[in-house]
């Protein structure tokens, strides 16, 4: 018997009414579940570890294979790991032996991330490798995909990035040459796959110690369509003033102003818009825009100072075409000059060296190449 008076007892508490549904709240269509970056995992990797580029290239753990029959065979168990070579914003690169041809490669290697605009960026560089049949650009061995990574395999360049070789002095002549390959590796991407470079620096530019110079990193090239582009995507402090302030479609013009801020670095031994100046990235890019173009020392030549002066043009539109530049006295000059590229890259490789052992001496690291 329970003790409440009459009228007391607690009542039944009321059911609530039924809440709504998400299916019947979007009018009965089905609810799309949250996207994140791995939940499309499948559309890419298939369950046999195949990386699929919607069938433009396949990679997979013993090569790859393009959508035009190309295929090239290549993968871990054949390399042998023989140094770190350098670290950057898309990956590390390995120097490696490749057991079965005998021959040294670089090895870089970029996690995978499933975005569009990282497989994009794997896909360019590797689309752009296995079409690039150009003493002017590095040679393409082979790519594989394990797991979360991707390994290309290229040609290795023994003396290293452009940057890391120009502080013994560049004579004109050395000048002029690095300037020739240069020139026509960007004219072989524009005319041959009408690609844009859209990240050339002297990072981006590789010497071996026979004195051969060669473009590398496609990952940020661009296909022109009727010769133009329009994404900001590449290294802010070597893009022209017309992609910096504008941010519009451009043309291979604005490649043509990185190649003279770049020529214009390897002749001084310096970026021309050092950090100590400017302590910021906006004034960086500030003064690219605002400020009268740098220029090349008197101590080189008119026609070198000429050249330089061309590229950097603030008008994309008054800047040459390769062709142009190629017709330029600068580069024809020394055409039929015995030029020592090989004797300047040795010494210009050895003394690279020697620096970053000392940087190892004092304990500092030496900056990746």
């Known amino acids: 018997m329970n003790n409440f008076p009459r009228g007391n007892a607690p009542q039944p508490a009321r059911r609530a009414p ?39 290239a396949i990679l997979h753990s013993d090569g790859v294979d393009f959508s035009n029959g190309n295929s090239f065979k290549i993968n871990m168990e054949e390399l042998k790991l023989l140094e770190e070579l350098g670290k950057g914003q898309y990956g590390t690169v390995q120097k490696v032996y490749h057991k079965p041809t005998n021959v040294i490669m670089a090895m870089k290697e970029t996690r995978l991330e499933l975005d569009q605009s990282k497989l994009n960026s794997i896909l360019m560089e590797l689309d752009v490798l296995h079409k690039s049949q150009s003493p002017y650009i590095v040679d393409f061995y082979g790519a594989f995909f394990i797991e979360t990574c991707v390994y290309y395999c290229m040609e290795y360049m023994d003396a290293g990035s452009l940057d890391k070789l120009y502080q013994i002095g560049v004579p004109e002549d050395i000048l002029s040459n690095i300037t020739l390959s240069m020139v026509r590796g960007l004219k072989f991407l524009k005319d041959e796959l009408s690609i844009i470079h859209r990240d050339v620096k002297p990072t981006n530019v590789l010497v071996n110690s026979q004195g051969q110079v060669k473009l590398c990193d496609f990952g940020v090239s661009g296909q022109l369509v009727q010769s133009m582009a329009k994404t900001h995507i590449g290294c802010q402090s070597y893009m022209a003033p017309e992609r910096i302030s504008q941010g519009q479609t451009y043309t291979v013009q604005s490649d043509v102003w990185s190649l003279g801020l770049s020529i214009l670095e390897t002749a001084e031994g310096s970026y021309p818009y050092p950090p100590e100046k400017y302590n910021s990235v906006f004034a960086q890019l500030s003064a690219i825009v605002g400020n009268p173009p740098p220029a090349l020392p008197d101590s080189y030549s008119e026609d070198a ?65």
């Open 305 to 369: 100072r000429s050249f330089v002066a061309l590229c950097l043009l603030k008008d994309a539109k008054e800047r040459p075409t390769y062709a142009a530049l190629l017709e330029h006295p600068f580069l024809t000059k020394y055409l039929d000059t015995e030029v020592d590229m090989k004797g300047w890259a040795v010494k210009a490789m050895e003394a690279r060296f020697a620096r970053e052992e000392e940087e190892k001496k004092k304990g500092g690291v030496p900056p990746s190449s």
């Open 18 to 56: 039924p809440r709504m549904t998400l299916s019947q709240m979007t009018g009965g269509a089905p609810v799309p579940k949250p996207e994140t970056p791995f939940s499309n995992f499948s559309r890419f990797v298939d369950p046999s570890g195949k990386l699929n580029f919607n069938g433009k």
